[in-house]
């Protein structure tokens, strides 16, 4: 466990180091809040640690009730990293006695690491519980009974169990945390966030739930209030208690009247300022009231007071989030449903650390930024918790600057879910109610090593794959039919979407993300999502999401100038601007924004299954001088033009990801940067897989030229094996190279008709037969001449032809040959995997070499031929003696071509290619035959 996660380490003996422990307890005498720090030795064996009675008085609460959601978190990374594999030990930080003998404590055994990842089995076998006589009031001490032994074990990365005892206590405890508490299992986050050691929240609200304002409320905080600029709601706004009065006060410009209604009494409120300031004293406040609003019309409505209630964000979580090293950080940030006192609601939270004030706006108040401000708490995160609102809330964040006078209502970065653009506000969204149904598939591609197996990814824009007349898009469902049913008859392992997170602008193909954390609403809603990836796994078919770290759009609604400031981006353009694309880079040097983009990451492929990420433009990520000018750039601290805070982003990226099982990520680089898909640990970035841009624009064009001139151009063809097992590629014919007035596949092919569909037929076949995972862009494999565009469906019709259909069922006998041949994917990166046969016969256009698998003996030979000319009586040199079967041949009738083919060839003991057997064999044109030996 990192030190990140709250152990502060020293040097120790043989690499085993001490920690200590520093919170706030109370001391369950006098109530009173104190800190304490305890240490723990290095254990090399069985041992078990005891804090002392003082320590442990002061950290009764810890413990309590079992309710402790942040003991567990920062003990596991205590106990974890100074403990090098325990068979067990048993650690009772907080054991101690009350005053009536009763003991009370936590027992928590670390087994023997099973070496996952590098974290260590650690679970909680056992949680003392305490029983109060009663709730304490006012400053009055807490007492306890002897504690009640919670005998269900808590594993670590379920949910908490909860117990009935102890209800007078637990009902003020509920009061204070704001913890949503029902029987059996029930709390919301992972326990790994719901136990750390933070109670200060608790230690400060003690004695009652409302504020002690020792500050008196004038016209000028009042008009602070109705002016939308005071930075401290919760110290005007809700229950107050200054001395002996009490009063409650609310801000409701929308009311001309109201009451405090509590204990089945209703107190008036008086206006105290003419915006729609009303307070109303009561003689002791009430541990739970609504507020009845009268309008001008005469209606009544009963509401609860946002501002009578507690924070929920612990203490310890927004120090992770300051630190960077929350990667659940979609747990706490954005909007929310939960339950507070016993009310149902919705809690948002969202990082401004430079706003003077932010409120939550919507439908629900009308978009008045006065009527709920947030509360500012440390690090500069907002929060505040809306009661009775619920899924399907619009709302948007209003943020005021304390610079510039900047104000801007912004979408919610965390938000789960969006309006369908052009409309641009957040939805509340409860993410956590699918039924998954891929367990088989999660199972089975956890034992996937992807490297050695085949990987045939068919990419895919979900608006332009197929559409309905009108040119109106499938939802996600329609496609979780239609899309999936076609890739599964087509053979590929994979489909990769264009990016389908929330964007604003359509002709961005979703490359200028806004709702990182939301599938586009344009097809369905977040579990429409997940029921699409959910049939493409129990199909067999991964998803693979084209992911954007790289830049974002300048929309005012985004993430761009957030709080006023360059939050999200650099503040200087030569790092914090693309002008080429007119989005912003993200400021990778700054904790909150790693953490956003690495817990994004996780999101997708902990909450929606996605099975890898591919990352765009990472070459724009990693050089500060990407499609910049002299002068235009600044170099790193070295004085050299890599991004260096970009790389290890990367780095921690794809450490953290690679922890899902069977998870995958790719680079889209088209640069020499070295050891792009090499371990962190060897010194790579971390990729799986990176795209060979090289190759792709090598091959097409050599293509795009007329086969009389391919000769001059012979390196095109062959440069490419002389680096394809320096990294992990991915052969990529994507969007990108039929967009744009490139052309599609099938129009950069010279010559007529037959010749175009001839040459898309044997670049096909060479590229399946290459070193490489394969990936072909939608429309390529039909062939269609049109070039890509995003408003326009494939064409479809045009598989009503012959030489379409002809060309389709060529690319799914690629499919089925790549997947059933163990030579054409088991070994894609080690130069044992390929072997050249003969790349020097330039002037007919002509190579050969064969595949292996990891069982040499299983190979394949390959011969291609790139010209229109037949060649009769070709000799090729061959591994091994014996009758070769002709299993492939693009020139093949029923594949559109003019049947020129082989059959079965028996070798000869003639010397050829430097090898004694050989095979004469026709060579079809503008085609590749692909022969097998058998027995």
């Known amino acids: 466990m990192p030190d990140s996660f709250g152990a502060d380490s020293q040097g120790g003996p043989d690499g085993v180091r001490p920690h200590s422990l520093s919170g706030v307890g109370i001391d369950p005498q006098s109530g009173r809040a104190s800190e304490f720090i305890y240490f723990s030795e290095p254990v090399r064996g069985p041992a078990l640690l005891v804090a002392s009675d003082t320590e442990s008085r002061d950290a009764v609460f810890h413990a309590c009730c079992g309710e402790s959601r942040h003991l567990h978190r920062r003990l596991r990374a205590k106990v974890a990293d100074c403990v090098e594999y325990p068979p067990r030990l048993h650690v009772r930080p907080l054991l101690g006695r009350l005053p009536d003998g009763g003991v009370y404590g936590v027992q928590i055994p670390v087994h023997p690491q099973r070496r996952a990842g590098g974290k260590r089995n650690l679970r909680i076998a056992n949680i003392l519980l305490r029983k109060p006589v009663e709730q304490p009031r006012g400053d009055e001490a807490i007492v306890f009974w002897r504690p009640q032994t919670l005998h269900a074990p808590l594993e670590a990365g379920q949910e908490a169990a909860k117990t009935g005892e102890a209800v007078p206590f637990l009902n003020f405890f509920r009061r204070e945390q704001g913890i949503k508490r029902t029987p059996g299992l029930g709390f919301d986050r992972s326990l790994e966030m719901q136990v750390q050691l933070s109670f200060w929240q608790f230690a400060k609200k003690l004695s009652h739930p409302c504020h002690n304002d020792k500050r008196p409320m004038n016209v000028a905080e009042m008009e602070a209030i109705a002016g939308g600029f005071h930075g401290d709601p919760f110290g005007i706004l809700g229950p107050h208690r200054s001395g002996k009065r009490c009063e409650v006060r609310a801000f409701l410009p929308h009311a001309s009247a109201a009451e405090v209604v509590a204990g089945g009494f209703a107190t008036p409120m008086v206006r105290k300022h003419e915006a729609g300031f009303f307070v109303a004293r009561l003689p002791a406040l009430p541990d739970d009231y609504r507020i009845r609003l009268t309008f001008g019309d005469g209606g009544v409505v009963e509401c609860d007071d946002p501002y009578r209630f507690p924070t929920l964000l612990s203490d310890f979580e927004i120090h992770l989030h300051a630190e960077g090293t929350h990667y659940e950080a979609y747990n706490t940030m954005g909007a929310h449903l939960t339950e507070c006192l016993g009310v149902p609601g919705v809690r948002f939270s969202v990082w401004a650390p430079n706003a003077e004030a932010v409120s939550v706006i919507g439908d629900f108040n009308a978009w008045d930024e006065r009527r709920h401000p947030m509360r500012r708490r440390d690090s500069g995160i907002w929060e505040l918790f809306l009661p009775n609102l619920g899924e399907g809330t619009a709302y948007k964040y209003h943020v005021r600057s304390r610079y510039l ?287 060979n841009m090289g190759w792709m624009h090598d091959m097409l064009k050599y293509f795009a030229l007329d086969p009389v001139h391919r000769k001059y151009h012979h390196q095109n063809l062959t440069f490419s094996l002389l680096y394809a097992f320096h990294e992990n590629y991915v052969l990529p014919i994507s969007h990108d190279e039929v967009v744009h007035l490139k052309g599609s596949l099938i129009g950069k092919m010279p010559g007529d008709e037959w010749r175009k569909f001839a040459g898309v037929r044997a670049f096909l076949a060479y590229m399946y037969g290459h070193p490489g995972k394969k990936l072909l862009f939608m429309g390529s494999e039909i062939g269609q001449h049109d070039e890509w565009n995003h408003d326009v469906s494939v064409r479809w019709d045009l598989l009503e032809l012959a030489p379409h259909h002809k060309l389709q069922a060529l690319a799914a006998e690629l499919n089925r040959l790549y997947r059933a041949e163990p030579a054409m994917h088991q070994v894609d990166f080690h130069y044992s995997g390929f072997e050249w046969i003969d790349f020097n016969d330039m002037q007919s256009s002509v190579i050969s070499f064969v595949r292996r698998a990891e069982d040499q003996q299983d190979f394949l030979l390959f011969c291609c031929n790139f010209t229109p000319v037949t060649r009769q009586n070709y000799g090729v040199g061959v591994p091994a003696a014996g009758r070769y ?51």
């Open 885 to 935: 079967k002709e299993i492939l041949n693009t020139d093949e009738e029923r594949w559109g071509g003019s049947g020129v083919v082989n059959g079965n060839v028996a070798s000869r003991a003639v010397r050829c290619h430097g090898r004694e057997q050989s095979i004469q064999v026709v060579l079809p044109p503008l085609a590749v035959a692909v022969f097998k030996l058998v027995p």
């Open 405 to 691: 006078g900047y104000r801007q209502q912004k979408a919610d970065p965390y938000a789960f879910h969006c309006e369908t653009p052009p409309a641009s506000a957040s939805l509340v969204r409860d993410i956590s109610k699918y039924q998954w149904n891929d367990s088989e598939w999660l199972s089975t591609r956890a034992s996937k090593n992807w490297l050695k197996e085949p990987v045939s990814i068919y990419e895919v824009h979900l608006a332009s794959w197929l559409q309905r007349p009108g040119n109106h898009a499938l939802s996600y469902r329609e496609l979780a039919d239609s899309l999936v049913s076609y890739a599964k008859g087509m053979g590929y392992t994979h489909i990769e979407l264009l990016p389908m997170m929330e964007h604003p602008f359509s002709g961005s193909w979703g490359y200028q993300v806004i709702g990182y954390y939301a599938p586009t609403s344009r097809f369905g809603t977040p579990e429409d999502f997940m029921y699409f990836v959910d049939r493409c796994h129990q199909e067999g078919i991964a998803v693979l999401v084209d992911w954007v770290p790289a830049h974002f759009p300048k929309d005012a609604h985004g993430l761009a100038f957030f709080d006023g400031t360059a939050l999200y981006e650099h503040e200087d353009p030569r790092k914090g601007e693309h002008r080429d694309w007119g989005t912003l880079i993200f400021n990778y040097g700054r904790s909150e924004v790693r953490e956003f983009l690495i817990s994004n990451a996780l999101f997708w492929l902990k909450k929606y299954h996605i099975d890898g990420l591919r990352v765009d433009a990472v070459a724009s990520m990693l050089y500060l001088d990407y499609s910049r000018k002299p002068g235009e750039w600044t170099p790193n601290r070295f004085g050299g033009n890599e991004n260096l805070e970009a790389i290890e982003f990367l780095r921690k990226f794809n450490e953290l990801a690679h922890r899902e099982p069977g998870a995958i990520t790719a680079a889209e680089e088209s640069t020499a940067f070295p050891g792009v898909s090499r371990p962190v640990y060897a010194g790579g970035l971390g990729f799986t897989m990176k795209w």
